[in-house]
Nanobody, 116 residues
Framework: QVRLVESGGGLVQPGGSLRLSCAHS????????MGWYRQAPGKQRDLVAT???????KYADFVKGRFTISRDNTKNTVYLQMNNLNPEDTAVYYC??????????WGQGTQVTVSS
């Protein structure tokens, strides 16, 4: 069973930055697609960004140019650098590991609140 542990969330003012981290406990990290999702209260969980084992990244339109996903295969960790945050980015952010379609592992989530 893979365990994913997120960290780095918190309260930040509009225009500020945060970096989320997600540590993957298993031995398969280097061969799985990693992703970040987010869920605001009363809304569905949305894809934020994904990154392949080789480092190819994709982003949701609403974060392009502001967020950067990266991974360190030597540390079994994926990161999400979030810049120029706005109140609409407030949500619980979840780390995802996908070994294959339908084979997902999730972290417990970390709260990001953007407010003045």
């Amino acid at each position: 069973q893979v365990r994913l542990v997120e960290s780095g969330g918190g309260l930040v003012q509009p225009g500020g930055s945060l970096r989320l981290s997600c540590a993957h406990s298993g031995s398969s990290f280097s061969i799985v697609v990693m992703g970040w999702y987010r869920q605001a209260p009363g809304k569905q969980r949305d894809l934020v960004a994904t990154i392949t084992p080789g480092g190819s990244a994709k982003y949701a339109d609403f974060v392009k140019g502001r967020f950067t996903i990266s991974r360190d295969n030597t540390k079994n960790t994926v990161y999400l650098q979030m810049n120029n945050l706005n109140p609409e980015d407030t949500a619980v952010y979840y780390c995802n590991a996908r070994a294959a379609p339908g084979f997902d592992d999730w972290g417990q989530g970390t709260q990001v609140t953007v407010s003045s």
